[in-house]
């Protein structure tokens, strides 16, 4: 699935969606692709220009949406999410200033109508950048 069709099923527009590419996906994970974080019009980037390494977690986030959309019934709409909590998160790379593409992995390790729980990674073809976990809770009255 490329840019365009990722562009349908999750809310995230134009520069803000940082996903380019789902390599492939199952009941319980998504393998992403990212060239553009490296964009200068990335609207995660510092005043300065640089990238911070716990911007991947917006990264991975957007795998997880995508995810949830991919696994949803296909009768339902979008159900709105919410990064609710985050565990474990280890950013191992000083800046996500590297050379790409970016690998990004979510597994769910739990979930229901309410929210799920992934564990997520993000790694460049030269080292791990960060890992965690995150949990998202589901619905528009949150």
Excluded at 35 to 43: E, L, V
Excluded at 89 to 112: C, E, F, K, W
Aim: glycine share 10%; aromatic share 4%; net charge negative.
């Amino acid at each position: 699935m490329k840019r365009d069709e990722i562009l349908t099923k999750i809310p995230h527009a134009g520069a803000m969606c940082l996903l380019d590419e789902v390599l492939d996906w199952d009941s319980e994970k998504i393998n992403c692709l990212s060239h553009r974080f490296a964009q200068a019009d990335n609207p995660l980037r510092r005043p300065d220009g640089t990238l911070g390494t716990a911007s991947g977690i917006e990264i991975a986030a957007q795998a997880m949406a995508l995810h949830g959309r991919l696994t949803a019934p296909v009768d339902g709409g979008p159900i709105p999410g919410y990064l609710v909590a985050l565990r474990g998160v280890n950013l191992t790379a000083p800046s996500l200033d590297i050379p790409g593409p970016l690998t990004i992995t979510a597994i769910r390790l739990l979930g229901d109508t309410s929210g799920a729980t992934y564990s997520f990674s993000v790694v460049s073809p030269q080292t791990e950048c960060l890992t965690g976990r995150a949990t998202v809770l589901f619905g528009a009255g949150l």
